[in-house]
């Protein structure tokens, strides 16, 4: 890890630990805290060899489900780690995570496993960002606080046609001697896509048409949505894929988010790449950042694709009631590309009813004749 980079990490785990309700003196940060006496039991959950050989990893056959974590709390997870060797293309959309806390009936993390960790075009590229991080080769991790007062479960079910062969898991936490703080809010990802995103014309030339350019979008109409969530809790960030159906720029999208109600928001972006801390369509090359990236940057045509990622680990935005968080796809939605999204907040439960996870052969990209600039023909 550089050195700014590590120094953010710092900096955001010890700001933002105590909002967590983490155990008793653990959440202090990671330097800091280590003068100070914590009030857990390290565990660790993971697909070691209970004989003690060396066959430390799992298989999935296809359509069966693999449990990683079935625990008793209260605890808090505080690092996953997964490696997959599998064969079959697209493993990484074929293999849906889920986890429930507390007896839940409703998932709180349902999502395609390389969406969870910001590859959601289905191929491996390696970054490094605060909560999530892709290392070679092909190693997965999560650094995202997970609270559980009662159980925890985690789950991955192969949703492809072939064996995956080996499945390793890390999954560390620290189970607390008391029970977390009544206000604690449980951790929630949330996967969607719009295959493509509609726009509301192919007629069209270039981004900077009239026609398409002076069209106004102030109540968010037609948005490709990330999260609408109800309860209170917090958003803390998303990780974005965009794969082009259409020719030219597609970033010119507004982030917008509407609080507890809001007919206009009350957070309004300026574009796409905006809103995930780059400027000028991402500049000429891939970057990742403690808090931002765009690790995977794609040219300007029809197939260009994208992978990009916002954490709100500084600063949080609140909800008491409801949040509806999303961005345009292209100026007021003219644009027909393929999006695919994990949102990442905390709130507490009951949580909203997720949207129904789309079947293995709409989750995998590829190009939809949409009209415009470049589509590909019917």
């Known amino acids: 890890m550089n050195r700014v980079v590590k120094g953010l990490a710092l900096l955001v785990l010890a700001a933002s630990a105590p909002c967590f309700a ?8 990671m330097l800091s805290g280590l003068t100070k006496p914590h009030d857990y039991t ?48 697209y493993h990484l959309k074929k293999l849906v995570l889920r986890a429930y806390w507390d007896g839940e009936a409703s998932p709180s993390i349902e999502t395609p496993i390389g969406d969870f960790f910001g590859l959601g075009l289905g191929d491996y ?41 080996a499945f390793y898991f890390n999954i560390d936490y620290q189970h607390c001697n008391q029970p977390l703080a009544s206000d604690t809010m449980y951790f929630h990802a949330q996967y969607r896509q719009a295959t493509p995103a509609k726009g509301w014309t192919s007629d069209w030339k270039s981004n900077g048409d009239p026609l398409v350019n002076q069209k106004t979008n102030l109540n968010g109409e037609g948005n490709y949505t990330w999260l609408e969530a109800t309860g209170k809790g917090h958003f803390v960030g998303v990780t974005m894929s965009v794969l082009q159906n259409q020719d030219a720029w597609f970033g010119e999208g507004d982030d917008m988010f509407f609080i507890d109600g809001e007919h206009t928001p009350s957070i309004n972006g300026t574009g796409t790449e905006d809103y995930f801390l780059g400027a000028w369509d991402f500049g000429d090359h891939a970057f990742s950042y403690g808090l931002f990236g765009a690790p995977v940057k794609g ?22 009631k409801s949040l509806v968080a999303g961005i345009e796809h292209g100026n007021a939605n003219h644009r027909s590309d393929n999006f695919f999204s994990v949102a990442y907040w905390y709130q507490t439960e009951p949580h909203a009813k997720f949207p129904a996870l789309p079947s293995v052969e709409d989750r995998l990209p590829r190009l939809y004749p949409v009209g415009g600039p470049g589509s590909v023909q019917k």
Not at 47 to 67: K, V
Not at 126 to 146: E, G, I
């Open 22 to 29: 983490q155990c008793s003196g653990a959440a202090d940060g």
């Open 125 to 165: 590229v390696l970054y490094q960002s605060v909560p999530l991080a892709v290392a070679p080769d092909k190693a997965l991790n999560s650094f995202f606080p997970m609270p559980f007062q009662k159980h925890a479960r985690i789950t991955v079910t192969n949703e492809g046609k072939e064996r995956v062969h």
């Open 299 to 320: 040219v300007e045509r029809a197939g260009g694709r994208y992978s990009l990622y916002r954490f709100h680990l500084d600063s949080p935005i609140p909800f008491n």
């Open 42 to 89: 390290q565990r660790r959950v993971s697909s070691y060899d209970r004989t003690g050989a060396n066959a430390d990893a799992r298989p999935i056959p296809p359509g069966e489900t693999l449990t990683l974590m079935d625990d008793a709390g209260p605890g808090v997870i505080t690092h996953v780690w997964i490696t997959i060797a599998s064969g079959e293309m």
